[in-house]
């Protein structure tokens, strides 16, 4: 990358704007623009994104554009997307995209077409996910399978269970579901406690097949299944893995045949529309698996060749840039109105901060501006009795993602009054609308409030917020979701120069547990680590 970020016309051309426009407020944009609300819309995969309600002119969006070009964004897309080694610090392709490639697309890494070999993984998957759920898979005793329990833990975990929870409408009800992760103990001892391990499958989910957590729980999941069953031939019939490691999965004592394998340019937070989400397949079934691709894939080439100005997760993440290093936000609020999503937030913290919580840029300089920012939040309307006052009337500005669906999946109606979902709808219109638009102080006397509580009762309002709005939680719409949020991060990480693609971040902490684990063992060991480290793992030894 030729100059720094912050020495670009392009940003200092938005410096100086904002400037300008810092103050502006959202009633003044929406009276001067009747049409702004309908105008600054944007539709893509199936989703429709209202982000009108941004403290923006057209000035902005397009210094924003500006910017994104002045990044070469389109020639870094397209890199990623054909497959060039984009991930530059482990020297890997980027081609997550080539997981949803349609059959017979060709998408090369190091002169090999990748998508055959993408399509013969799914077609196994497929195959054994039709066993599986027609009960013809058989444990060990003769007995059809009946519960699936997905040990794995990050991208191996949170995209499986965000997904199972997501489409659990269309999942077959008589598989139990369960995913572990934690190497808490009770993790695995509660989601196990009701299972009959004759009828449970294991599918362990590590791209490494390496990583401690799911190592030590896949271990105690064979010793649980075992004790039961005695032989240890049982480990064949209940046990599948998910990996890159062929070599680790042979040795933990899972045959290979039933392994399903994924690519190094895959990766983890990145991995759950690879073999990764077979849970998922086993659950919603390989169409409902294969139409969830096709909205991945919608997305993809939504992004790949929508005008920028009209791009969803360009402007998504323009916009989120505009907050993060001009408005000095520290947040984003994500706020599906869907109890299906409830796990949503969580799968976007690790797709998000993994991906953008970097210090570098691409050749090691340490960058002089906010990279990503913490990405938190829960299902509405459930937040908006405990977090919602602080982003209406706190002193920080949050930017929030609402997400919604016209029709729901579980119509209710109520006898005498609005059914559910228009409740629900309700709320999530009067919530952006509150937000931008707020209650002054004239409206509050003119309600005849005392003038002492008066000031309690403002609400500033020009809280910014997207609305995303779809039809239907499909696996369609799903997958075209999560792609947005994939290329939001994307496009951010070009913005700001870094490699959104790996995670050395999480190596540091993974190396001293590693350490001091053998410290927690039988003999007093010599402890030489700092005051505070040495004395709580004396207290853990003595009162454990
Ligand atoms: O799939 P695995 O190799 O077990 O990795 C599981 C997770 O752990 C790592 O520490 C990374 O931070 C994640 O990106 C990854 O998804």
Known sequence: MSAPLTETAAWQALQAHFESVRH??????????????????????????????HRVTDETLELLLDLARSRQLEARRDAMLSGEKINATEGRAVLHTALRAPRGQEILVDGRNVVPEVHEVLDRMAAFAEQIREGQWLGQTGRPIRAVVNIGIGGSDLGPVMAYEALKHYAQRDLTMRFVSNVDGTDLVEKTRDLNPEETLFIVSSKTFTTQETMANAQSARAWLLAALGDDAAVARHFVAVSTNAEAVQKFGIDTANMFGFWDWVGGRYSMDSAIGLSLMLAIGPEGFRELLAGFHAMDEHFASAPLKANLPVLMALLGVWYNNFFDAQTLAVLPYDQYLAYFPAYLQQLDMESNGKHVTLDGHEVAYQTGPVVWGQPGTNGQHAFYQLIHQGTKLIPCDFIAFAQTLNSLPLPGGAPHHDLLMANVFAQTEALAFGKTLPEVLAEGVAPELAPHRVFEGNRPTSTVLADRLTPHTLGALIALYEHKVFVQGVIWDVNSFDQWGVELGKVLAGRIVKELGADEPELGHDSSTNALIRRYRARR
């Open 24 to 53: 502006v407020h959202l009633r003044d944009l929406f009276a001067a623009d009747p049409q702004r609300g309908e105008r600054l819309s944007a539709e893509g995969a199936g989703l429709y994104l209202d982000y009108s309600k």
